[in-house]
Nanobody
Framework: QVQLVESGGGLVQAGGSLRLSCAAS????????MGWFRQAPGKERELIAA????????AYADSVKGRFTISRDNAKNTLYLQMSSLKPEDTAVYYC?????????????????????WGQGTQVTVST
């Protein structure tokens, strides 16, 4: 079982930046691929960024490509999401999630069903 705790959300003006963090309660953090999802009111939860176990491979939704960067520090058991050029439509609850233990080291999971552990979420609100 992996427990995930997000932090770093808040209120920011359009065009601003935020960095989200996700702390994982496991000593084998490097054995899990990770992702960031978001869910806006009335919408389905969507994957916006994913990263493989080592951090060497990533994938992004078109809506955030070029503005958001996912990264991880396996020594600190922490996942990050650097968000820049924020837009009002980025307003949502942001969740980090992990796969099961031991997925292929080069694999970047892009389907929601591949993620099994979830954080509680952190609110990001972008004002005009």
């Amino acid at each position: 079982q992996v427990q995930l705790v997000e932090s770093g959300g808040g209120l920011v003006q359009a065009g601003g930046s935020l960095r989200l963090s996700c702390a994982a309660s496991t000593r084998t953090f490097s054995s899990y691929a990770m992702g960031w999802f978001r869910q806006a009111p009335g919408k389905e939860r969507e994957l916006i960024a994913a990263i493989n176990r080592s951090g060497g491979a990533t994938a992004y939704a078109d809506s955030v490509k070029g503005r958001f960067t996912i990264s991880r520090d396996n020594a600190k058991n922490t996942l990050y999401l650097q968000m820049s050029s924020l837009k009002p439509e980025d307003t949502a609850v942001y969740y980090c999630a992990s796969t099961l233990y031991g997925v292929s080291s080069n694999y970047v999971p892009t389907l929601r069903r591949e993620y099994h552990y979830w954080g509680q979420g952190t609110q990001v609100t972008v004002s005009t």
